[in-house]
């Protein structure tokens, strides 16, 4: 089944309720609000020149970050945690009564406000003890007062503390959880922040960097992982099943990989998505989830799916990462059969379990190779 990226409405009204009390009522909604979701997203693919805005067109910034970006953004974690299964978390990564976490970055909350949502669903019976890192006070102010409420709402006891102040002061931890989301790409060094991430980890904790899909940023963060793999003290958890260096996206200039799942917005933000162009019904991102390396359980032995899956005349195609690397997989339609049905029904982002040989540099699925999903 397809993985969807749902952000609650609780997660958005607490969110409008926050910006209420923060920002002027003209930008929260109508033409200002469209025009600085528009501007926003031009400076953060197009005009990165001047990505930060300043002055006057500081609050018009926080609230399109507040009531469209972190609106959207807060769905995005939830896939990612959804991947830590037993098998690829580290042993005892959250079973106790406490998750201490650290959001780098934090913004207006979108990665706490995700995570409480996944929490919430799992039926987590603890509760998180959560650190705000961000140089815009204003955003967290805002954050703090949204986290409040939907924590209150998910009946999830959550103490925050925020600072003011740039990434590169974060606590020591240990943390449970480290998360970035959509930071690395704007800092001059960001495997520096990625390795302090890290080094704030309890033992069994979980390092997550989520970044946008885009060519270069992606790519930006497939560098990372290289750098953090060669330092020895990290594993990638996830999206990797192959954990050795070089990842295979950065052989070619024009390859990127990563996460490409159906969203679904509560409705205010949605109608933004609608008038803006921005989004297009689908949750776009990078990321990595790393631990230690003397925590990390072993690599599955399993194909992820890194493209949409296609169909020319004749076959099925779709391109997997695994310990060998990118390896084209291809199904002719007169090999369909029931051990390999599970490829026709594969998406990106899937992990397949494949009963097949390499060869020539691709996998020629017979009638009789077994393709399984791996949930």
């Not at 520096?192 to 991430?197: G, I, K, N, S, T």
Request: aromatic share 4%; proline share 7%.
């Amino acid at each position: 089944m397809t993985r969807v990226a749902r952000t609650p409405a609780v997660i958005e009204d607490a969110l409008h309720a926050a910006a209420r009390a923060q920002l002027p009522a003209a930008l929260l909604g109508g033409a200002a609000l469209t025009a600085a979701v528009i501007d926003r997203s031009r400076r953060y693919t197009s005009e990165r020149d001047r990505l930060r805005a300043t002055g006057g067109a500081a609050a018009a910034d926080l609230a399109a970050r507040a009531l469209f970006f972190t609106v959207a953004d807060a769905g995005k974690l939830p896939l990612v945690l959804a991947e830590l299964t037993p098998a690829r978390a580290p042993a005892g990564w959250l079973s106790g009564a406490t998750l201490r976490v650290l959001d780098v970055g934090a913004g207006c909350g979108a990665m706490t406000l995700g995570l409480l949502v996944e929490l919430a669903a799992r039926g987590w019976g603890g509760r998180v003890i959560a650190t705000l890192l961000d140089r815009d006070a204003a955003a967290l102010t805002i954050a703090r007062a949204a986290i409040a409420t939907v924590a209150a709402a998910l009946a999830i006891p959550c103490a925050v503390t925020t600072h003011a102040a740039d990434v590169a002061a974060a606590p020591g931890g240990p943390f449970d959880l480290v998360v970035a989301g959509t930071v690395v790409n704007e800092l001059a060094d960001g495997a520096a922040l990625v390795r302090q991430m890290i080094a704030a980890l309890a033992p069994a904790g979980v390092a997550v960097v989520i970044e946008p899909a885009l060519r270069d940023t992606a790519r930006g963060l497939h560098a990372i992982r290289d750098a953090v793999i060669a330092d020895g003290a990290a594993a990638v958890l996830a999206p990797c099943t192959r954990r050795a260096a070089p990842c295979p996206a950065l052989a070619d200039e024009r390859d990127w990989c990563h996460d490409h799942y159906p969203a679904e917005l509560p409705p205010r933000a949605r109608q933004l998505a609608a008038v803006t162009g921005l989004r297009d019904g689908d949750a776009k991102f990078a990321f990595l989830a790393l631990a230690r390396a003397a925590a990390a359980p072993p690599p599955l032995a399993a194909w992820r799916v890194i493209d949409d899956p296609h169909a020319p005349k004749g076959k099925v195609e779709l391109t997997a990462c695994g310990a060998a690397g990118w390896v084209p997989v291809r199904l002719l339609r007169r090999h369909r059969a029931a051990p390999n049905r599970a490829l026709e029904r594969a998406h990106r982002g899937d992990l397949l379990a494949i009963d097949a040989a390499i060869v020539d540099g691709r996998i020629e699925l017979g009638p009789d190779d077994a393709v399984a999903p791996i949930a």
